[in-house]
């Protein structure tokens, strides 16, 4: 079993920056990667960014640059450095972790974290 805890999130003005945090608790050996999914009302939940025990990285094409995803030197902990937000970002974040024995949907989740940027 694994155990997701989510730190951060709430109002941001367009433009703005925001950092999500994630720490994981459990069984860590059997996470191949960690990463971020989100949904928004009315929408299917998608990637944002996620990454694997090597250091690799992958991120959702609206990303263009804007999102940052590092784990620290323990791979317990996921961060995810957000810049230049728009409306079009605001969704529920959830923590991810991908196990090693299949999909990321097949892994364990955060509590989420609610992300509203608005004027």
């Known amino acids: 079993q694994v155990q997701l805890v989510e730190s951060g999130g709430g109002l941001v003005q367009p433009g703005g920056s925001l950092r999500l945090s994630c720490t994981a608790s459990?069984?860590?050996?059997?996470?191949?990667?960690l990463g971020w999914y989100r949904q928004a009302p009315g929408k299917q939940r998608e990637l944002v960014a996620r990454?694997?025990?090597?250091?690799?990285?992958y991120y959702g094409d609206f990303v263009k640059g804007r999102f940052t995803i590092s784990r620290d030197s323990t791979k317990i902990t996921v961060d995810l450095q957000m810049t230049s937000l728009k409306p079009a970002d605001t969704a529920v974040y959830y923590c991810?972790?991908?196990?090693?024995?299949?999909?990321?949907?097949?892994?364990?989740w955060g509590q989420g974290s609610e992300i509203t940027v608005s004027s």
């Open positions: 459990g069984s860590i050996a059997s996470i191949f990667a």
């Open positions: 990454i694997t025990g090597d250091g690799s990285t």
């Open positions: 991810n972790a991908e196990p090693r024995d299949g999909a990321y949907y097949q892994g364990y």
